[in-house]
T-cell receptor
Framework: AQSVTQPDIHITVSEGASLELRCNYS??????LFWYVQSPGQGLQLLLK??????LVQGIKGFEAEFKRSQSSFNLRKPSVHWSDAAEYFC??????????FGSGTRLQVQP | DAGVIQSPRHEVTEMGQEVTLRCKPI?????LFWYRQTMMRGLELLIY????????DSGMPEDRFSAKMPNASFSTLKIQPSEPRDSAVYFC?????????????FGPGTRLTVL
């Protein structure tokens, strides 16, 4: 069965600093990978997704992620964080059941 | 586009009562998903419909839970009888098609509290 690990429960960065959120997955075949963001009291919004091809994926709001098969990782990055990026971020894998298996999430706090 | 609509947004009920959560998917989408989010278990799929037919209900916790999709624009998730451990945020999501590459769009969720 597939699984997703987000090792960082909580991260705090200063506004304007760069950001990297870690995601490791376990899946036997080529995975479909996603990053979602959840603002307080809101549903989940898709930031970006990877299915195949170029391993560097661009998403909305200036986010990007890089798929590294050798490391089973799909880390999310942003070069300069804005206060509005404070939210919870979920990495997910689609493992053939059409269901998304989510990581436990990383809560991002942005300091002014 | 209105997005996925869920109602109610908040529900507080007492143990033993019946609870019905509602979802209206995005128009034209033919796949619908119910997820549950708790602190202990995170986000987990409960059930998935395609063209109004339940395809995978292996995530439904027990017989107290049931879900229906009588038409393409409406789905319900019912808990009867409810228990305190059912307290969670329940999300509905829909996607245009049935492929793994079809993005799932989430509603705002229903926060359920069972006292």
């Amino acid at each position: 069965a597939q699984s997703v690990t987000q090792p960082d429960i909580h991260i705090t960065v200063s506004e304007g600093a760069s950001l990297e959120l870690r995601c490791n997955y376990s899946y036997g075949a080529t995975p479909y990978l996603f990053w979602y963001v959840q603002s307080p009291g809101q549903g989940l919004q898709l930031l970006l997704k990877y299915f195949s091809g170029d391993t560097l994926v661009q998403g909305i709001k200036g986010f990007e992620a890089e798929f590294k098969r050798s490391q089973s990782s799909f880390n999310l990055r942003k070069p300069s964080v804005h206060w509005s990026d404070a939210a919870e971020y979920f990495c997910a894998v689609e493992g053939g059941r059409r269901a998304l298996t989510f990581g436990s999430g990383t809560r991002l706090q942005v300091q002014p | 586009d209105a997005g996925v609509i869920q109602s109610p947004r908040h529900e507080v009920t007492e143990m033993g009562q019946e609870v019905t959560l509602r979802c209206k998917p995005i128009s034209g989408h033919n796949s619908l998903f119910w997820y549950r989010q708790t602190m202990m278990r995170g986000l987990e799929l409960l059930i998935y419909f395609n063209n109004n037919v339940p395809i995978d209900d292996s995530g439904m916790p027990e017989d107290r839970f049931s879900a229906k999709m009588p038409n393409a624009s409406f789905s319900t998730l019912k808990i009867q009888p409810s228990e305190p451990r059912d307290s969670a945020v329940y999300f509905c999501a829909s996607s245009l098609g049935d492929r793994a590459t079809d993005t799932q769009y989430f509603g705002p969720g229903t926060r359920l509290t069972v006292l």
